[in-house]
């Protein structure tokens, strides 16, 4: 079974600074997906990047990009000039590329605050 | 367009009673996933339809838990003789079939607590 881990239960940030958000993963398998989902206090998910793990280029979304290592298993997020917006729990998510296993392993989350 | 709506926002219950919980995905979207998310934790996975279909329903705690989607659309969430620890927001999730990238669009949940 994967397992997605965030070591870091809360983040602050300065207004327009940059943070970076920690995510290691455990699978065994080669080909798979990975996300970062945004929630803020409304909860609803909203999805921020995503990375295909057969693909070196690592993704990025405007202020948003990932640092993305397959072989240590770390895809971390990236921040710049961060926003008051900005500010929401950070969630970690994996997802199988085989057919039928269709489910997001979550992890448990980074709190991220940001100081006008 | 519209995004994917749960219904209710909040349900409050006493132990031992049932509750349907509703989703309504996005239109057209063939895929739809329930997912629970306990106080400070992230979502888990309950169960996973593919048009009127269990898919994957390997999440569902115990046979108290039953989901269904008649027409392939609307979905609801049964729990049976609800217990403290069902306490938590259920979220539901739609997207298209798995060649446009796989992206899961969220609706904001009902949270559920049981008295």
């Known amino acids: 079974a994967q397992t997605v881990t965030q070591s870091q239960p809360e983040m602050s940030v300065q207004e327009a600074e940059t943070v970076t958000l920690s995510c290691t993963y455990d699978t065994s398998e080669s080909d798979y997906y990975l996300f970062w989902y945004k929630q803020p206090p409304s909860r609803q998910m909203i999805l921020v990047i995503r990375?295909?793990?057969?693909?070196?280029q690592n993704a990025t979304e405007n202020r948003f990009s990932v640092n993305f290592q397959k072989a240590a298993k770390s895809f971390s997020l990236k921040i710049s000039d961060s926003q008051l917006g900005d500010a929401a729990m950070y969630f970690c998510a994996y997802r199988s590329a085989n057919f039928g296993n269709e489910k997001l392993t979550f992890g448990t989350g980074t709190r991220l605050t940001i100081i006008p | 367009g519209a995004g994917v709506s749960q219904t209710p926002s909040n349900k409050v219950t006493e132990k031992g009673k049932y509750v349907e919980l509703r989703c309504d995905p996005i239109?057209?979207?063939?895929?739809l996933y329930w997912y629970r998310q306990s106080l400070g934790q992230g979502p888990e996975f309950l169960i996973y339809?593919?048009?009127?279909?269990?898919?994957?329903d390997s999440g569902l705690p115990n046979d108290r838990f039953f989901a269904v989607r008649p027409e392939g659309s609307v979905s609801t969430l049964k729990i049976q003789r609800t217990e403290r620890g069902d306490s938590a927001v259920y979220l539901c999730?739609?997207?298209?079939?798995?060649?446009?990238?796989?992206?899961?669009?969220f609706g904001p949940g009902t949270r559920l607590t049981v008295t």
């Open positions: 339809f593919q048009g009127t279909g269990a898919a994957d």
């Open positions: 990375q295909e793990a057969y693909k070196q």
């Open positions: 239109s057209g979207h063939t895929a």
């Open positions: 999730a739609s997207s298209l079939v798995r060649d446009t990238g796989y992206e899961q669009y």
